[in-house]
């Protein structure tokens, strides 16, 4: 009788706030965590804390802005690990300037990482989670991506107008709606959450949440059962208008 392979996650961003905790708590599930760091020495110090917790994780040098990094970081995982089971497109910049203040390198910069990155991270391990039996990408997005409640004067998004951010965020719901048709003739599940206002130093340290606490809807859409949705878009009170 064979034994089944572990599962393979590739969290980007990987090495603190809610990447370091999501990995954590797919580990602890036992999954096999590859923290994807910009910065090689930060992650491995956060692969090696994880392992310090029985964590089976390790670090792959990865900045989503670079397509060479992207392609070493694909070659290792197909030498190493032979498929992907989870994507999490975690890594994320929150430039938050208003309208009058944004500049157009800005929301180039905010582009780039947020949507360009994700995008082409995901492409280029398609393959890979494609050798799965159970593929699930989630796309760390954000409520102020939401152009319904940017739209609507009662909603608590309404006045949070930063354009670089949230518009870099509704693109990023675009592409998981075109990844979940891409793959709706497979078992891949394919979902943009938000996980709140969670208190990391992307929010200077400010949040509603625990990255504990905020991680938790990132793996359960991460480990979704066979009858989960595809192409939404949540967060913990369930699905959130585009």
């Known amino acids: 009788m064979s034994v089944p392979k572990k599962r393979i996650a590739l969290i980007t961003?990987?090495?603190?706030?809610?990447g370091i905790e999501t990995a954590h708590q797919l580990g602890s599930l036992g999954y096999t965590v590859l923290l994807g760091a910009r910065n090689k020495e930060k992650g491995e110090q956060a692969a090696a804390k994880l392992q310090a917790q029985e964590i089976d994780a390790h670090c792959i040098e990865l900045d989503v802005t670079v397509q060479a990094t992207i392609d070493t970081a694909v070659q290792k995982i197909t030498t190493e690990y032979g498929k992907l089971d989870v994507l999490v497109n975690n890594a994320g910049i929150g430039n938050r300037h208003t309208f009058t203040d944004l500049t157009v390198t800005t929301l180039k910069e905010s582009f780039d990482t947020n949507?360009?990155?994700?995008?082409?991270?995901?492409?280029?391990?398609?393959?890979?989670?494609?050798?799965?039996?159970?593929?699930?990408?989630?796309?760390?997005?954000?409520?102020?991506?939401?152009i319904t409640l940017h739209s609507d004067p009662a909603s608590g998004v309404y006045p949070l107008k930063a354009l670089a951010y949230s518009s870099s965020k509704t693109a990023l719901n675009q592409?998981?709606?075109?990844?979940?048709?891409?793959?709706?003739?497979?078992?891949?599940?394919?979902?943009s959450v938000c996980p709140g206002f969670v208190a990391t130093d992307f929010n200077n340290g400010y949040g509603d949440l625990t990255p504990e606490q905020g991680s938790q809807i990132i793996v359960r859409y991460a480990t979704l059962a066979e009858d989960g949705p595809t192409g939404g878009f949540f967060n913990e009170q369930g699905a959130i208008p585009w």
Do not use: C, W
């Not at 961003?13 to 809610?18: A, E, F, S, V």
């Open 13 to 18: 961003g990987g090495n603190r706030g809610l």
């Open 115 to 146: 949507f360009f990155g994700a995008f082409a991270v995901s492409q280029a391990v398609l393959p890979l989670l494609e050798l799965s039996d159970a593929p699930r990408i989630v796309n760390i997005s954000s409520a102020i991506g939401s």
């Open 175 to 191: 592409l998981t709606t075109h990844l979940a048709f891409t793959l709706r003739h497979t078992p891949a599940k394919v979902n």
